[in-house]
């Protein structure tokens, strides 16, 4: 099965939106890259991004079936929704929280994540290679690697 990285609001404006925050990579760069490292443990990966909840949502319950982890970077959701969370908690496989920019360090708002406590793993403040590091950690739960 593959991994399924999921990203939240805003994530389509990779590149351009606050580069001195989330760097001038767009989100079809991370996409690329991010196949690159699944391959070098013979995994697919399915890449989605959303600016709605819901869809979100939908996602995160067709990978309790349809993948064999999951990267996810829910953006702002991170910090207030509770379906993100009750969705992820039925999810029974590798979950990686990932954060662009160290949410530790910036607004307090930003400090609270209703994803940590069902997530495998919590990578913040890597920049754009947290996701690559998401889907080495997501292969090694998985015995891979
Ligand atoms: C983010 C951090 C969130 O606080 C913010 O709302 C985002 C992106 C990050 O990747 O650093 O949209 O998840």
Redesign the pocket.
């Known amino acids: 099965l593959p991994i399924h990285v999921l990203n939240?609001?805003?994530?389509n404006t990779l590149g351009t939106r606050r580069p001195e925050v989330?760097g001038h990579t767009t989100l079809a760069d991370v996409e690329t890259n991010v196949r690159a490292r699944a391959q070098t443990y013979g995994l697919e990966v399915v890449f989605e991004q959303t600016n709605w909840e819901g869809q979100l949502v939908d996602w995160i319950q067709r990978a309790r079936t349809e993948a064999c982890g999951i990267v996810i970077?829910?953006?702002?959701l991170?910090?207030y929704s509770v379906a993100v969370h009750d969705a992820l908690e039925m999810c029974e496989m590798p979950v990686v929280e990932?954060?662009?920019?160290n949410?530790h360090r910036?607004e307090s708002f930003?400090h609270t994540s209703f994803v940590s406590p069902q997530a495998t793993a919590v990578i913040?403040g890597a920049g754009v290679l947290g996701y690559e590091l998401a889907v080495d950690v997501v292969a090694r739960n998985l015995g891979l690697g």
């Open positions: 939240g609001p805003n994530l989330y970077n829910p953006a702002a991170t910090h990932v954060h662009i920019s949410v910036r930003r913040a």
